[in-house]
């Protein structure tokens, strides 16, 4: 519980390696983790390579993490294992859905954070990369991932160099409502985001942008309609692509 408290995103990692006997233990607690009718619709690719780790890093808008971190887990929604068992015995899968890949796309997160905090409990450090799903065209063809597999999220993993302050969070109070959702109005509004603007990080990123409140910095600079729209565009046509929507 402490660990999980105290825990920081991590993305600057000493040169140490990572032994294969502590990946593969840390995947095999992953795999542990809760999934869909215990048909485990996920798979991970594993990048250690070098030119590996560059060929996938421009989808990633070349973050350093990709190419620094020792090693990178590409976490994907994979029904075409399943499916393919299927077919060798004799059944037939309606798998090539919407339905399907948003099952697969929650086992392939609850093995991805299931191995986070394993990492964490072994000492290492972790960090989310979201740029996946905006280019998991490019990821696709990087990885050479077949058809009713799409790439979900990705993982740099290593030891930590230096330890980052630990980012705010919204008090729980503005995430949990008690039986029935509680919309809020705008004076809840006022008081749950206040000590996020008031600090003095997010003050500097409200200057540096040259705009008037935080949200705008989220909405104008950071994720953008625009670009919201276009990403979109581009995992649906993943979507169809890959078999998952007819």
């Known amino acids: 519980m402490e660990s999980m408290k105290n825990r920081r995103t991590i993305r600057k990692y000493t040169s140490e390696n990572i032994p294969d006997t502590l990946l593969k233990e840390l995947l095999e607690v992953a795999a542990r983790a809760s999934n869909t009718g215990n048909m485990q619709l996920y798979s991970v690719v594993i990048t250690r390579d070098k030119a590996n780790k560059e ?28 499916v393919k068992w299927a077919e060798q015995r004799n059944a037939v899968a309606g798998f090539d859905n919407f339905q399907t890949f948003i099952a ?117 600079v950071r994720y953008t309609k625009a670009n919201n729209e276009h990403f979109s565009e581009v995992l649906l046509k993943v979507l169809e692509e890959q078999g998952f929507l007819k």
Request: proline share 6%; hydrophobic share 40%; with cysteine.
């Open 104 to 220: 697969s796309t929650i086992d392939a997160m609850l093995f991805a954070q299931s191995f986070c905090n394993a990492a964490e409990e072994k000492g290492l450090g972790i960090c989310y990369l979201g740029t996946t799903a905006y280019n998991a065209d490019q990821i696709i063809e990087a990885l050479s991932l077949p058809r009713l597999v799409v790439p979900i999220v990705t993982v740099t993993v290593g030891y930590p160099d230096g330890m980052p302050e630990q980012p705010e969070r919204l008090s729980l109070e503005a995430v949990i409502h008690q039986e029935t959702y509680q919309d809020y109005t705008p004076e809840a509004i006022d008081a749950l985001y206040h000590d996020k603007e008031e600090l003095e990080v997010n003050k500097q990123f409200v200057r540096e942008n040259d705009k008037e409140t935080l949200a705008q910095v989220f909405t104008d």
């Open 55 to 82: 060929k996938l890093a421009p989808a990633h808008f070349n973050q350093p993490m990709i190419t620094t971190a020792p090693v990178v887990l590409t976490f994907c929604a994979d029904a075409n294992r399943f």
